[in-house]
């Protein structure tokens, strides 16, 4: 059993190893640092395969003592060991995968600090708690009232974030009607004014109209253009469109 110990955490140690290694590889693919969370994912597979290991080797030890009680258990056991890793790895996969999609969604949507973060954690509630089910059904567990508790809780959980879009999403929409509009009125190279700021046009973009003033670059959101008065300016005359 010494000798068995011993090379269950060997084996451990390089399972161990080769995970970290290729999480720390999948998180600076995309610039980033693998988190602890991540890596602490390795060390449970690692503890997983070493009392997996153990199991075997004491199986076997009992069978020559000749314990049939223990070893015909420990039969049951082992034969039900493949369907409890493969519940296990689904739900370590839906882990990764999780806080994966945590890091996409906040890095790509077009929306504020706030809302991304909350986008992105409903990403990654959706996807573990997706994992988790299905690896809880393929271990064995009866997931009937788990699964009635779940889909409430994701029904408010998409609802909240719903609503954090639309309010989020608000300002950004907002900014490219309003940048929309002021492509049509004005021109690049033309003089105006925009509440108080007034300078020449530089040039547009998706949600901003670039000024340039006596105090250097100044970016206007577009949704300026509903809410202040635009002037284009004439010579010493103005034309007011608001």
């Known amino acids: 059993m010494l000798l068995a110990a011993r090379f269950a955490k060997v084996l451990t ?8 290694g290729a999480i720390q590889r999948l998180f ?3 610039g980033a640092t693998a988190p602890p969370s991540a890596l602490a994912s390795g060390r449970v597979v690692g503890e997983l395969v070493f009392w997996v290991v153990m199991l075997f080797f004491l199986t076997a030890a009992m069978h020559i003592l000749g314990v049939e009680t223990f070893t015909a258990w420990m039969h049951r056991v082992l034969g039900y060991l493949p369907t409890l890793v493969v519940g296990a790895l689904i739900i370590l996969a839906g882990f990764l995968v999780s806080s994966l999609a945590r890091d996409i969604v906040i890095a790509a949507a077009p929306l504020e600090t706030a809302s991304r973060r909350l986008l992105g954690r409903g990403a ?7 994992a988790i089910v299905i690896g809880a059904d393929q271990i064995g567990i009866n997931i009937t009232f788990v699964v009635i508790i779940t889909s409430v809780i994701l029904a408010a959980l998409l609802g909240g974030v719903a609503l954090a ?25 033309q003089r105006v004014r925009i ?17 340039e ?5 100044m970016n206007i959101p577009g949704k300026v253009f ?6 284009l300016l004439v010579g010493n005359s103005a034309d007011e469109h608001r």
Do not use: W
């Open 165 to 189: 879009l639309s309010l989020g999403a608000r300002t950004y929409v907002a900014n490219l009607i309003g940048a929309r509009y002021l492509r049509e009125t004005y021109r690049v190279g």
């Open 13 to 20: 140690l390089r399972l161990v190893t080769l995970l970290d």
């Open 124 to 130: 990654q509630a959706i996807i573990l708690v997706t």
């Open 195 to 211: 509440g108080e700021q007034e300078g020449r046009v530089l040039e547009f973009s998706a949600t901003a109209i670039v000024l």
């Open 213 to 217: 003033t006596t105090a250097g670059r």
């Open 226 to 231: 509903n809410e202040l008065p635009s002037v």
């Open 28 to 30: 600076q693919r995309r």
